[in-house]
């Protein structure tokens, strides 16, 4: 037999909400059918007395429309509480059209919905209002008058005029926290869709941020490795025939760096990967690598050095990245735009609260811009000199780059090495060379 007990109390809430949820689509339903149930709880009246069913439709007819005219409607049942305490209580007046009846709990109805739907600034004189008209009430009928004992007397007035003025307080203190409920809500709500949207854009941002450090990183990688190889390609064509050894060697530092070039996309196109594959993981490059950098240009026939300037210092990875792709872009152009005869300098300097990179050449000059041959000026401040100075930028660096007075071209980095990075020299020597 099937056990409905754990479903039927899944579902009860659910359900209770949906009908709650219909019910507040549906306002006139719950309007109309409090308006018949007043309506209906007066109908002694109007079996003993059909003149005083007029005043108990206006009353009922303001209930029915509470949500749309809320201050209205309240206005119209005060006015008729104001004329049955005039000419409609009392015993001379048991015939009045005006005689109260059942549906003057209608009253009380409107002054919950001002309290509920209106702010307080208006919700409390209509109290006021109100309490001043039981007030009236409680005089006009004056409870215990005909109890021929003072004392009783006094009694019975002050009893009904207490359950007289704690009804309105009462109906306008459920209003207001009905009111301040909803308000709690719909602000709530709206925290919510802000937050929601906060996210979405913040997200965004960090997926513009993302693509543009993948389009850094490939960049580079294919561009360094790819000059690499195309250098290495060139000189191993025209050295084949004469010497063959030679040409072995290129082709298989061809194959080295191809294979160096294949997984470093592997590993920045991981990130790239929606399943559950995790990405490989590898140190990314840093500083101390930047000789291989020089070495592999050295291989490709050009002429290249690298010295290192002051006290080495542990950079933070970061950091050491953004030096190890500056000098890394700054080769590559050297490579694309110069000759086979260039001469290329990297310099680290390591200065008291800065990290000086500079990388110079003494290319070709020509008519348009010294040490870059007829290359376009677009092409030298394309996608490579950006992304040095978004790299250095990161960090609070700046990259200035352009060609030497006596021909060629520089790029320097500057950046700030953090005041508690710990001095240190890895390799035991303050300077070193190679030419």
């Known amino acids: 037999m099937r056990d409905t ?6 579902g009860y809430p659910g359900s209770v909400e949906w009908l709650y949820a219909w019910l507040r689509r549906h306002p006139w339903l719950i ?14 009246a109007y079996l003993l007395n059909a003149a005083v ?55 009380l109805v409107l002054l919950y919905t001002v309290a509920a ?62 009111g301040y409920r909803r308000a709690y809500a719909v602000s709530l709500e709206e925290r919510a869709v802000r937050a929601e949207r906060e996210r979405d854009a913040q997200a965004q941002v960090a997926a513009a941020a993302e693509r543009a450090r993948i389009a850094r990183e490939l960049h580079d990688v294919i561009a360094h490795n790819l000059s690499v190889m195309v ?34 996309m592997s590993s920045l196109l991981g990130v790239l990967r929606t399943g559950s594959e995790a990405a490989p993981l590898a140190p990314a490059p840093a500083a101390d690598e930047i000789a291989q950098l020089v070495t592999q240009a050295r291989e490709a026939g050009m002429r290249a050095s690298y010295t290192v ?34 001469a290329a300098e990297v310099t680290l300097r390591y200065g008291q609260d800065e990290l000086l990179v500079r990388v110079t050449d003494d290319g070709r000059g020509s008519a348009g811009l010294p040490g870059y041959g007829a290359v376009p000026t677009a092409d030298l401040v394309g996608h490579g000199l950006a992304g040095m100075r978004e790299r250095a930028a990161m960090y609070g660096g700046t990259v200035q780059a352009g060609p030497r007075p006596g021909g060629g071209f520089e790029v320097t ?12 020299d890895p390799c035991g020597t303050l300077s070193r060379g190679a030419a």
């Open 5 to 10: 007990t754990a479903q039927d109390q899944a």
């Open 31 to 44: 309007d109309g059918t409090l308006a018949v149930v007043v309506l209906a709880g007066a109908a002694n």
């Open 53 to 107: 069913l007029p005043a108990s439709l206006a009353l009922v007819g303001a209930v029915a429309v509470r949500r749309r005219f809320p201050v209205a409607a309240y206005a119209t049942v005060l006015a008729v509480g104001a004329a049955q305490v005039a000419v409609g209580i009392g015993s001379k007046f048991t015939d009045s059209p005006l005689q109260p009846t059942f549906a003057d709990v209608a009253i």
């Open 117 to 178: 739907e209106r702010p307080r600034r208006i919700s409390l004189p209509a109290l006021a209002a109100c309490m001043v008209l039981f007030a009236a009430v409680v005089v006009r009928y004056n409870p215990g008058g005909n109890t021929g004992q003072p004392r009783h007397q006094v009694e019975f007035f002050l009893v009904t005029a207490l359950l007289y003025l704690l009804a309105p307080v009462s109906a306008w203190v459920l209003g207001d926290s009905m």
């Open 231 to 264: 250098a290495q390609a060139d000189g191993g064509a025209y050295a084949f025939d004469a010497a063959p050894e030679q040409s072995r060697q290129a082709l298989a530092e061809i194959g080295r760096t191809g294979r160096q070039a294949l997984s470093e």
């Open 309 to 342: 300037e002051g006290a080495a210092r542990r950079l933070p990875a970061g950091l050491s990245l953004a030096a190890y792709r500056i000098v890394q872009e700054a080769l590559t152009n050297v490579r694309k735009h110069t000759g086979p005869e260039t």
């Open 413 to 424: 980095a500057r950046l700030p090495l953090p005041a508690t990075a710990a001095t240190a």
